[in-house]
Every structure is written in structure tokens, then in C-alpha cells.
T-cell receptor, first 111, second 113 residues
Framework: RKEVEQDPGPFNVPEGATVAFNCTYSNSASQSFFWYRQDCRKEPKLLMS???SGNEDGRFTAQLNRASQYISLLIRDSKLSDSATYLCVVNGEDSSYKLIFGSGTRLLVRP | DVKVTQSSRYLVKRTGEKVFLECVQD?????MFWYRQDPGLGLRLIYF???????EKGDIPEGYSVSREKKERFSLILESASTNQTSMYLCASSWDRGNEKLFFGSGTQLSVL
């Protein structure tokens, strides 16, 4: 079983739609969780950290469910510019240095 | 703005060649990392370093070595390139232990023929 699993998609949604991605992780001892965004042929960039209490940044909301070992990302009012691959990232069990990346969920927002 | 610079955007090498990938960061970050990214596999950690002259193996170190002689520079070395090392290589840096926000370079697409 992969340490971090994501649905590869693509999720194809119209502008203005709400879309949600989930990501499951296998290590119950993980403490740090993140969503990164990667545009086509570009490097990943941090989108947001995921806190136990959940957090919101504009149209983006991230949630953590420790009991079921998944994190989620909700995007409201999708824009064309949201089209990208979203990477779920979890820290490894042995140290905070080792971040484990999911293989990403691809989002396509159409006009 | 933090800048992580990788020396080459595209690189084509032949099997058996020694390959050097260079990475420089300009923000005095303690930690530096080398990942490779392959379709369907995500980013996988090759090596990382949390201090000058220090290095730690990641998940897939076989066939690679690294060098960190100066804080700002972290080099990835393929001693004898093989076709299965064809990949996108991404360098990243971060402030220090406990701060996991990674800043990535723009990547080097390496093709080994």
C-alpha cells in the first residue's frame, strides 16, 4: 500500500463549480500535512498547510480526519487558473525532514 | 523571494556517463533535498542534507551520490548514468528542522540514452 494515496483524476469541472479531493495516508504517527500545487511543467509550490482544526484560505478549505487518516481539499467557485495538479504531502514517521508526496490529483476547470 | 536555481532545465546524457546536477539556494536555508518525479509515482526523495557536509539517504539513493561543500549548494551525482534514471529531478530547500515548507527549483529533465 502506498504511504500517501490520491485519486489521479482528472477532475473535469466547469468554472464556478465546487470540487473536493481526498488523500489517504498510512502512517498514523504523521503530524504534518500539506497541499502543494503543481502547474504543468512547473515545480510544486505550497498551497496550504493542513491543521487539526481545519483551515481556510479564500476559496480553499483543508480538513484533516485523523481517525480515518485522510485529508481533504475543497475548492469553491473554481477558476480556470485553478487547473493544476494538487499534491498531498505528509511527513514521514522518522523525522520531519522526510515529506512523503502523493502522486497528485489533476484538476481541469473548463469555461 | 526565495530562489532555488538548478543549473540545467534539460539535459541529455549517454549510458555510463557521470552526471552532475547542481542546485543553489540564496536564502541561507539549512536543509536541501533532491527528488525525482516520475508519472504515476509522485516525488520520491533521493538524498537530503541538513547541514554542510552532512547527507542522509532518502527512499531511493541507489545509483546516486550527493555533495554539500557549501551551505548554499547541493549537488546530485549520477556516477554511471543508466536509462532508468531518465526523470525530472527537483531540488528543494527549507529553513530548518520543523519548518517543512519546501521551496523547489524549476527542475532538470534528464534523458539518458
Amino acid at each position: 500500500r502506498k504511504e500517501v494515496e490520491q485519486d489521479p483524476g482528472p477532475f473535469n469541472v466547469p468554472e464556478g463549480a465546487t470540487v473536493a479531493f481526498n488523500c489517504t495516508y498510512s502512517n498514523s504517527a504523521s503530524q504534518s500535512f500539506f497541499w502543494y500545487r503543481q502547474d504543468c511543467r512547473k515545480e510544486p509550490k505550497l498551497l496550504m498547510s493542513v491543521y487539526s482544526s481545519g483551515n481556510e484560505d479564500g476559496r480553499f478549505t483543508a480538513q484533516l480526519n485523523r481517525a480515518s487518516q485522510y485529508i481533504s481539499l475543497l475548492i469553491r467557485d473554481s477558476k480556470l487558473s485553478d487547473s493544476a495538479t494538487y499534491l498531498c504531502v505528509v511527513n514521514g514517521e522518522d523525522s520531519s525532514y522526510k515529506l512523503i508526496f502523493g502522486s497528485g490529483t489533476r484538476l481541469l476547470v473548463r469555461p | 523571494d526565495v530562489k532555488v536555481t538548478q543549473s540545467s532545465r534539460y539535459l541529455v546524457k549517454r549510458t555510463g556517463e557521470k552526471v552532475f546536477l547542481e542546485c543553489v539556494q540564496d536564502m541561507d536555508h539549512e536543509n536541501m533535498f533532491w527528488y525525482r518525479q516520475d508519472p504515476g509515482l509522485g516525488l520520491r526523495l533521493i538524498y537530503f542534507s541538513y547541514d554542510v557536509k552532512m547527507k542522509e539517504k532518502g527512499d531511493i539513493p541507489e545509483g546516486y551520490s550527493v555533495s554539500r561543500e557549501k551551505k548554499e549548494r547541493f549537488s546530485l551525482i549520477l556516477e554511471s548514468a543508466s536509462t532508468n534514471q531518465t526523470s525530472m529531478y527537483l531540488c528543494a530547500s527549507s529553513w530548518d528542522r520543523g519548518n517543512e515548507k519546501l521551496f523547489f527549483g524549476s527542475g532538470t529533465q534528464l534523458s539518458v540514452l
